[in-house]
């Protein structure tokens, strides 16, 4: 069905079933009983610190590492005895573009291509197709070694869409990438997404997830901390405003002192006081009475971004 603003809605069993979902290398467990399921045409997000287990469970749902425990069902068959017919329906974009950099733009789309037992003579004209879809149609006889990074990774994305996918995998789809060719990489996978493909990424960037996810978790340690809709996590887990206070050096500690209690949460970072609040404006205005004196003070819209440091910490994770 497609509604009038162009979208395709699917309706069916989950593209994606995880019940108690369990991966351990050795004594280590990577995945800890998550439950996940995706809808047809949903565009589904994985946030998490690294290590989190995003990774792990991405090869899981792609069928090429088997779950320890738990059930999985991927586009309602079993990863465990249908791997490779799962795999042929699946398009995965990985963190590394592992491409042929002596060979063509072209070549490599032909050569991948002929994993999934596409005929030549069918390859080219969807090779044609891709490449303009992508804004690469220009390069197709171009090596590939001298390719900025913005046009590596969108030539991954097009290998991945060789074979039509009904699903497509990415991890850490534009890391690396400059502001422009993030946007494009954006713009080519909201297309996708209006024309039905199932979409599941995994991201370090929360404007990333907010413009292209309808859905996310976000895991840490191996488990699910939070699932939702990207504006509802913000609802359920932040204030509606955040109120930022910079100081000149030596103030910072003393002024801390005297803002107990004058908004819904107070964190301390080394550089600013972040004060979490319903109501900027009045907020401003007890940090006044208190007799604060700020060097700089910014209002802002809270984020995902203040949501995934709230479930996750700041602490730096290697």
Known sequence: MIEASGTVQLVGPPVIEARGLVKRFGSFTAVDGIDVRVEPGEAFGFLGPNGAGKSSTMRMIGAVSPPTVGHLRVLGSDPATHGPAI???IGVVPQEDMLDTELSVTDNLLIYGRYFGLPVRELRPRIAGL???MQLADRARDRVEPLSGGMKRRLVIARALLNAPDLLLLDEPTTGLDPQA??????RLYQLKQRGVTIVLTTHYMDEAE???DRLVVMDGGRIVAEGAPRDLVAAHATREVLELRFAPGEQGDAVGLLDGVAERVEQLPDRVLLYTTDADRTVAAVTERGVRPDQTMVRRSSLEDVFLRLTGRSLVE
Not at 182 to 187: A, E, G, I, T, Y
């Open 87 to 89: 795999r042929a329906r």
């Open 131 to 133: 490449l303009d879809f």
């Open 182 to 187: 993030r946007h494009l990489v954006w713009d």
């Open 211 to 213: 413009q292209l996810c």
